[in-house]
């Protein structure tokens, strides 16, 4: 039958593990700002690896230095571990509210266009009754000089006069980004 295997210092002063867990797990709680319940947890979750820690004590060091060095890399790993579970929930909720990246990209694009609608709506309105003629045929076919001028019957010259004086009324109007897309 095998013998038991002598208690070192520490284990026979359980104390000494025990106030090294309650010490580390009060700073541990007070650094992640939780309730008693979880100090509760924190405190034996470091008494649990201070205690298994305790059969590789040496005696190099002082039995409570060796359970102190213990309970204060213990209750690190802890503060480690739930401070990447907190950013990663973080991360789960941003990405739930953006919700998928394709439709907000969509939605943006939509947005855009809209603001885009709104802003040549309102530059429109300052045009006169030809000029938006001018911008009416064009959109009718579909950028093609030739045949808005011969809608409008117009030279090509005086197509491109007049197309010029609407695009800096747009410009002036703040469309200068999209004038320019356009030409």
């Known amino acids: 039958m095998r013998t038991p295997r002598p208690l070192n210092v520490l284990q026979a002063n359980p104390l000494i593990m025990v106030r090294a867990a ?3 797990g009060r700073r541990a709680a007070r ?3 939780v309730g008693r319940e979880d100090l509760e947890e924190i405190r034996q979750d470091i008494l649990v690896v201070v205690v298994s820690a305790a059969p590789s004590y040496d005696g190099r060091s002082s039995p409570r230095t060796f359970a102190d060095r213990v309970a204060r890399n213990a209750a690190y790993n802890i503060w480690k571990a739930r401070s990447a579970e907190k950013r990663t929930a973080t991360l789960v909720e941003h990405d739930e509210a953006l919700g998928d990246p394709e439709a907000l990209h969509r939605d943006r694009l939509a947005q855009r266009n809209l603001d885009l609608a709104r802003d040549v709506h309102r530059a429109r309105a300052h045009l006169s009754e030809a000029d ?3 911008c009416d045929a064009l959109v009718r076919h579909d950028g093609e000089v030739a045949g808005a001028a011969r809608e409008l019957k117009l030279s090509r ?3 491109y006069r ?3 004086r609407v695009r800096e009324a747009l410009t002036d109007a703040g469309l200068d980004t999209y004038v320019r897309g356009a030409a």
Request: positive net charge; glycine residues 0%.
């Open 22 to 24: 309650d010490l580390h």
């Open 31 to 33: 650094r992640m700002a």
């Open 132 to 134: 938006r003629a001018l």
């Open 157 to 159: 010259a005086a197509f």
């Open 162 to 164: 007049r197309r010029d």
